[in-house]
């Protein structure tokens, strides 16, 4: 029987890139870790790997709940307003929804096979917001 050490802290380090990453319940942690180390005085060059690591994922989560929440408000509203347009409206805040949560999974896939959580678009526009927001 293989005994489980609590020495090894790395698993637990990508536990919290994992729960970052669940669709609209990581947006809450990454907030907090945000806050957290966004109140820091030193330069984010100056932080450790996993620190660094950490906050651009939660920088990523943040930013992608933002953009999801941002579309289902106004798609929603949208939906209302409009009689003509509502059934459309509703059908692309389905799929704006199913992509959120796709892309969630697939940012948890690439982190379980040791890749980086970056997406070619929304990593940027993280970086530049989280610079701006601390």
């Known amino acids: 029987m293989k005994k489980v050490e609590l020495s090894d802290k790395s698993d637990f380090k990508d536990l919290k890139l994992f729960i970052y990453l669940i669709p609209i319940i990581g947006f809450f942690p990454s907030l907090w870790t945000l806050y957290r180390h966004g109140n820091q005085k030193q330069p984010s060059d100056s932080l450790p790997y996993q620190v660094r690591r950490q906050v651009n994922t939660s920088r990523l989560s943040v930013t992608l709940a933002g953009c999801w929440l941002l579309g289902y408000i106004l798609l929603g509203f949208g939906a209302e ?22 892309v969630s999974i697939l940012l948890m896939i690439r982190l379980a096979s040791g890749k980086s959580a970056r997406l070619p678009g929304f990593s940027g526009l993280a970086e530049r917001v989280g610079k701006h927001l601390s």
């Open 81 to 102: 307003t409009s009689e003509f347009l509502a059934l459309r409206l509703l059908v692309l805040n389905s799929l704006l929804t199913s992509g959120y949560f796709l």
